[in-house]
């Protein structure tokens, strides 16, 4: 049977009017969904007779405190900035807007740090200003865009933007990590299952290979010694490869460590194209969506380079917002770093400098890269399925004839 409770609410249509009352509903979420089937935005509820050990009970929610720890998600802003650019167009004031994402959130730690901004809103403080106060959450680009529209009185058509900008980021990113899962489950359980062989099927094999006291091939004692090595010290092994992902981790935490991992890997065949790829494609759309809204090149430049990934995206961009000052144009200053920018992308941000329109030909860069990644994506099984199989049965068959050709030997000496 469904526990329902009775709430004191107080709720908002899209014209602003406030409208407060009771109803009896399971629980806030329940009771939010009902009033905004009605046309309303539930901006306050509190259960009737709710305090005490109910409170208490509510504070140890276990999945609140989860919530509280789980990070805000780029889904979670996303709406957030879709749902406020509907609201404030609907004609809601950007505090109504915001009181009433707050109640709809799921994200116990969001919520908080909405109320947090809406409170800095209602004081006087900008909106851009208010979201500073949370730069781990709302990003620089966030923020400038945010502040730029607040300026030109175009808000509603920033905040579309950036949701936009999100869920290509979102978008785009999912597609990467599906791509890398495949060969990454096949290696994990090449190595697991090489493991196994070396600890039980090799150890065995081994001691009927001695017992035949025939010479054995290169192949087959590196295997043995290898399968010893595992057998006897494998506590000290596995605390070798913890500490070589630790160290590894950690060089890669530091900007030469970084530097020289981005280098290599966008000379990984496959993957390799795929990153400049991902990072060509980003780039352009962001510096288009930001050239969009208003924001100097020079600053768009600055906030981009901010936000790529790879090491060396990073470093031209940056190097950019500071040679574009000197009066370069940009497809110049890209020029010699056609390691990372194909000669296309150079090419289309030379026409759009001449013809003023470096957004639109930035947008049509960040489209055709989008989809390309998306097409390399879903074909990057097909392409590396064959490569996997190659190896695997490269590898099995240096196994079997490493173990089995000196048993093979022996026999042919008895027959002789």
């Not at 060509?280 to 759309?285: A, D, I, P």
Request: one cysteine or more.
């Amino acid at each position: 049977m469904i526990c329902m409770s009775i709430f004191i609410y107080s709720a908002t249509d899209r014209a602003g009017k406030v409208a407060k009352g009771e109803r009896q509903a399971e629980n806030e979420k329940t009771l939010a969904q009902a009033l905004k089937a009605e046309g309303y935005f539930l901006l306050e509820a509190k259960e009737r007779g709710a305090g005490g050990l109910s409170s208490l009970h509510t504070n140890l929610n276990l999945t609140e405190v989860i919530s509280r720890l789980k990070p805000i998600g780029l889904v979670d802003k996303m709406f957030f900035a879709r749902n406020l650019a509907v609201m404030i167009s609907a004609g809601l004031s950007l505090t109504r807007a915001m009181e009433a994402l707050k109640e709809e959130s799921s994200s116990t730690k969001f919520k908080k740090i909405l109320a947090d901004v809406n409170d800095a809103v209602a004081k006087g403080r900008s909106f851009a200003d208010s979201l500073k106060m949370h730069p781990k959450v709302f990003s620089e680009i966030f923020v400038s865009m945010v502040e730029v529209g607040e300026a030109s009185g175009k808000l509603t058509l920033v905040l579309k933007l950036l949701a936009n900008q999100m869920k290509k980021d979102h978008d785009l990113q999912r597609r990467v990590r599906g791509a890398m899962m495949y060969p990454a489950v096949i290696i994990i359980a090449l190595f697991a299952i090489g493991t196994l062989m070396m600890i039980y099927v090799v150890p065995t094999l081994t001691q009927t290979i001695k017992e035949l006291g025939v010479p054995l091939p290169l192949t087959t004692r590196i295997i043995i010694t290898f399968s010893e090595l595992i057998a006897n010290y494998a506590v000290w092994l596995l605390i070798g490869l913890m500490l070589a992902v630790a160290a590894f981790w950690r060089i890669l935490k530091t900007a030469k460590g970084k530097e020289i991992f981005d280098t290599f890997i966008i000379r990984v065949p496959i993957f390799g194209a795929l990153v400049k790829k991902f990072n060509t494609g980003r780039l352009c759309r962001i510096l288009a969506y930001l050239i969009t809204s208003g924001v100097p090149i020079v600053r768009a430049l600055e906030i981009t380079s901010g936000v790529l990934g790879n090491t060396l995206y990073r470093k031209a961009t940056a190097a950019a917002s500071k040679e574009i000052q000197t009066g370069k144009q940009l497809h110049i200053i890209f020029e010699p770093h056609k390691n990372i920018f194909q000669p296309m992308v150079i090419q289309m941000i030379s026409v759009g400098e001449e013809t003023g329109k470096i957004s639109d030909m930035m947008l049509r860069l960040a489209l055709f890269f989008e989809e390309d990644v998306t097409s390399t994506t879903k074909n990057l099984s097909t392409i590396i399925e064959p490569i996997l199989m190659i190896i695997i049965g490269t590898a099995v068959g240096i196994f079997a004839i490493s173990m089995l050709q000196p048993i093979y030997s022996s026999l042919g000496n008895i027959g002789g």
